[in-house]
């Protein structure tokens, strides 16, 4: 979970925003959890924008509109009915703590081919490659400028792509440093979790907008 200082608040035609002392990885759609703030700002709410302007309110059709004279950086925008605030001086933080279910360890285990005694050290292992692989997939995604739901796979070929990581981190168990362990006289192949072909199926590095 990653934690962001808040430095300034205001609230105009029902919408939220707080200016964050330092840039962040939060994305448009997902949910953050603001404390410390005050009653009004308090709560869990959804991004509606990342403003890199004043925001000064909606036009008729429910718009945001912005005063692109005044850049303001690192904020975040959500909707909160209450009465208008002026841009003032806060304290408190914005916590943001995504977790990616896009693949499962029976997902997993059906590319490995294999059967996985559940418990046992290999399925422990097993849950924790799933879980590392969802995130790192998310977040070299949300790296390259995609803005993906945590709870579905984008497309078949990111689910692909995710599964094969997790795979490749549990087949990595016990390896040192680029190969697979072994005790193959013969020496170990080369290890390599974010191949080619996963990077192609992710869409990454190819950013996702210029």
Same mark, same amino acid.
């Given at each position: 979970m990653a934690t962001y200082t808040v430095t300034n608040k205001y609230l105009v035609d029902n919408?939220?925003?707080?200016?964050?002392?330092?840039?962040? /990885?939060?994305?448009?759609?997902?949910?953050?959890?603001?404390?410390?703030?005050?009653?009004?700002?308090?709560?869990?709410? *959804?991004?509606?924008? !990342?403003?890199?302007?004043?925001?000064?309110?909606?036009?008729?059709?429910?718009?945001?509109?912005?005063?692109?004279?005044?850049?303001?950086?690192?904020?975040? !925008?959500?909707?909160?009915?209450?009465?208008?605030? /002026?841009?003032?001086?806060?304290?408190?933080?914005?916590?943001?703590?995504?977790?990616? *279910?896009?693949? *499962?360890?029976?997902?997993?285990?059906t590319y490995l081919g294999i059967t996985i005694t559940n418990p046992s050290d290999d399925y422990t292992l097993l849950t924790q490659s799933v879980s590392a692989g969802n995130q790192f997939c998310y977040r070299r995604r949300q790296e390259s400028g995609y803005i993906d739901s945590l709870s579905a796979s984008p497309s078949g070929d990111v689910t692909l792509g995710t599964i094969m990581y997790c795979a490749a981190l549990w087949r990595s168990r016990g390896s040192i440093e680029a190969t697979y362990a072994t005790f193959d006289g013969m020496g170990s192949a080369p290890q390599q979790s974010l191949t080619p072909i996963v990077k192609q199926l992710l869409g990454i590095p190819r950013p996702a907008v210029a």
């Open positions: 919408y939220a925003v707080l200016q964050l002392l330092t840039p962040n /990885e939060i994305a448009v759609g997902q949910s953050i959890t603001v404390a410390g703030v005050d009653a009004t700002f308090n709560g869990t709410y *959804t991004v509606r924008a !990342l403003p890199q302007y004043l925001y000064i309110g909606t036009d008729t059709q429910g718009d945001l509109l912005y005063d692109y004279q005044v850049p303001i950086a690192d904020q975040v !925008l959500y909707a909160k009915t209450a009465d208008d605030v /002026e841009r003032v001086a806060a304290s408190g933080t914005v916590s943001y703590a995504p977790v990616c *279910t896009w693949v *499962t360890a029976s997902d997993v285990v």
